[in-house]
């Protein structure tokens, strides 16, 4: 049955991924990965609190709960984009741009996910 969760929250997962980034695209039509950062920054925010929230009250059976962490949050967020949009940045020159979405997404990850773990206690 967790199969099924994860399948479904991984499809629910991608939709938004690929509606948000296309929005945030249109919105800020520049070199910049916005799209993909506001996702993984986002993403990094709902599983530290889903993490604690759901986890330490109990309030999930497991299979949904893997179903959200797993699936939704898994397809949602996109280390395999980021890392091509680094690499692209730097192969057209945009050194500084790169090493700043790097430096933002890894060190804004790690405070998001700190900031969901904080708020999902209370």
Same mark, same amino acid.
């Given at each position: =049955?967790? @199969?099924?969760?994860? $399948?479904? $929250?991984? =499809?629910?997962?991608?939709?938004?991924? @690929?509606?948000?980034?296309t929005a945030v695209t249109e919105i800020?039509?520049t070199a910049f990965p916005f799209g993909? +950062?506001?996702?993984? +920054?986002?993403?990094?925010?709902?599983?530290?609190?889903?993490?604690?929230?759901?986890?330490?009250? !109990? !309030?999930l059976p497991p299979q949904l709960l893997?179903?959200?962490?797993?699936?939704?949050?898994?397809? @949602?967020?996109?280390?395999?984009?980021?890392?091509?949009? #680094? /690499?692209?940045?730097?192969? #057209?020159? !945009? @050194?500084?741009?790169?090493? #700043?979405? /790097?430096? /933002?997404?890894?060190?804004?990850?790690? /405070?998001?996910?700190?900031?969901?773990? !904080?708020?999902?206690?209370?």
């Amino acid at each position: =049955m967790v @199969y099924l969760f994860v $399948g479904i $929250g991984g =499809m629910v997962g991608s939709l938004l991924r @690929y509606f948000l980034s296309t929005a945030v695209t249109e919105i800020c039509s520049t070199a910049f990965p916005f799209g993909t +950062l506001i996702i993984n +920054l986002s993403g990094s925010f709902l599983l530290g609190w889903i993490s604690n929230h759901f986890v330490i009250l !109990k !309030k999930l059976p497991p299979q949904l709960l893997t179903g959200l962490t797993t699936g939704v949050i898994g397809s @949602y967020t996109t280390f395999s984009t980021f890392c091509l949009e #680094a /690499i692209q940045l730097m192969e #057209a020159g !945009k @050194y500084f741009f790169s090493f #700043a979405y /790097i430096v /933002i997404s890894l060190l804004g990850g790690l /405070i998001f996910v700190r900031i969901g773990l !904080k708020i999902g206690k209370h």
